[in-house]
């Protein structure tokens, strides 16, 4: 599989790396994952 990677702004950056750690993830993906889990409702009503 090819490594996909994004590039995001030092702010939100310093949020998501937040985020990953207080739910304990040691892979961002799996933030990721998490996060468009939690948002699939709002996500759905675009």
């Known amino acids: 599989p ?3 990677r994004v590039r995001l702004s030092a702010h939100t950056a310093i949020q998501f790396y937040d985020v990953q750690d207080r739910l304990g ?5 799996k933030a ?3 996060l468009i889990k939690k ?3 709002a ?4």
Do not use: M, N
């Open 2 to 4: 090819r490594d996909r």
């Open 25 to 29: 993830y040691d892979r961002p993906s």
């Open 32 to 34: 990721v994952d998490w």
């Open 39 to 41: 948002a699939k409702t």
């Open 43 to 46: 996500i759905d009503k675009l």
